[in-house]
């Protein structure tokens, strides 16, 4: 199995890395439109959900200045930049987000109060899925002739899901378990939501060091749901190495194919220290093996299940991580499964209180 390598694939949101994302290159012009006069919008969905009337928008970028302290940059990309930062009034820690207008791949018409304004898809999707406690939230947003500036929360003690898998080398199945249970609860909200993120992978979930929250990054690749989960796209500006295997051979995949490939890979990455396959051959080839058929010259295509896993997380790593789309399990399932079902995490609020009551 190869180590444990940053791949330099596209340029996620890195608002809570300590690594510099990698450079996403412009979106080709024939397939997007790269100015805010561009007669391409994308139509939102017949599904429309309420927007948040918590999250504030601002046409006066000066009044940015007013209410927020720029802290150092932490990550760029062809999308823009993003900086840490904090509240004048509050003192929280908070993350910028600076998206450049030119750099946009995707518009959509959204209403503010009275106005109607064109917006990256980004700040739609954001908006639309509101809050939950395993997403980073949007506060709120400013723009300028031309960028967006988006302000995040950001927790004080935090490292990315990368990161934290480096620093321990691997996590036990308990902690896996629990991490897992998180992520699959935020992905199935957003899903409710008719929102597919489409680039889950470990950079783009960040960790609260003093809760071990876990908080889901970046939709600057998401997409609406169309059609449920059963939606098809024939796009994907996801990172390479955690996409399926029928985007690598046929340019389509559904929304539920392939977030249930990309979690599968996910929680074998957390369990084993990396990611089990590295290239287009092996992904589409891989093969899941007890670990005493693994072959000794170990072929890069065969990655063991390890004989201390539970049956439990073999049988789900199976299920996910099946080369058919057909035989794939679903969202549902995932959820269902015993090894999610038998996780316990207590959320800060449950955790507060218990310790309150000692």
Not at 317 to 335: A, E, S
Request: hydrophobic residues 35%.
């Amino acid at each position: 199995m190869p180590k444990r390598k940053y791949i330099p694939v596209k340029g996620e949101f890195p608002a809570m890395s300590s690594r510099v994302s990698n450079y996403r290159p412009p979106p080709a012009p024939s397939t997007v439109s790269m100015s805010p006069s561009s007669s391409r919008t994308v139509v939102a969905d017949h599904v429309m959900a309420s927007f948040q009337p918590s999250i504030r928008h601002d046409s006066d970028p000066k009044k940015f200045d007013d209410i927020y302290e720029k802290g150092k940059l932490v990550g760029s990309g062809g999308f823009g930049s993003v900086h840490s930062g904090m509240s004048k009034l509050t003192r929280e820690n908070i993350a910028i987000k600076y998206i450049m207008k030119q750099r946009v791949p995707k518009w959509i018409e959204i209403d503010i109060g009275e106005d109607r304004k064109r917006v990256t898809l980004e700040i739609y999707l954001l908006r639309r899925i509101g809050r939950h406690e395993n997403i980073i939230a949007l506060r709120e947003w400013f723009e300028s002739s031309s960028e967006f500036i988006l302000i995040f929360d950001r927790p004080a003690n935090h490292k990315d899901l990368f990161d934290f898998i480096s620093d321990a080398g691997k996590l036990s199945e308990s902690v896996s378990q629990k991490f897992f249970r998180q992520i699959v609860s935020a992905i199935d909200y957003c899903h409710k939501r008719g929102v597919a993120h489409r680039d889950l992978k470990d950079e783009n979930f960040v960790v609260d060091l003093d809760t071990k929250r876990l908080f889901l990054i970046d939709f600057g690749s998401g997409a609406l749901l169309k059609n449920g989960l059963d939606t098809v796209y024939t796009d994907f500006d996801g990172t390479r190495v955690y996409s399926p295997p029928e985007w690598i051979l046929t340019k389509r995949y559904t929304a539920n194919g392939l977030a249930v490939w990309s979690l599968g890979i996910l929680l074998y990455d957390m369990l084993s220290g990396d990611i089990p396959w590295d290239n287009d051959q092996d992904i589409c080839t891989g093969k899941l093996l007890p670990e005493d058929q693994v072959k000794s010259n170990n072929p890069t295509n065969q990655v063991p299940l390890y004989t201390k896993w539970s049956a439990e997380l073999k049988d789900l790593l199976i299920r996910m991580l099946q080369h058919d789309q057909k035989r794939r399990i679903k969202m549902d399932q995932v959820l269902a499964h015993p090894f999610v079902r038998m996780s316990t995490y207590n959320s800060p609020a449950r955790i507060t209180r218990s310790m309150t009551r000692r």
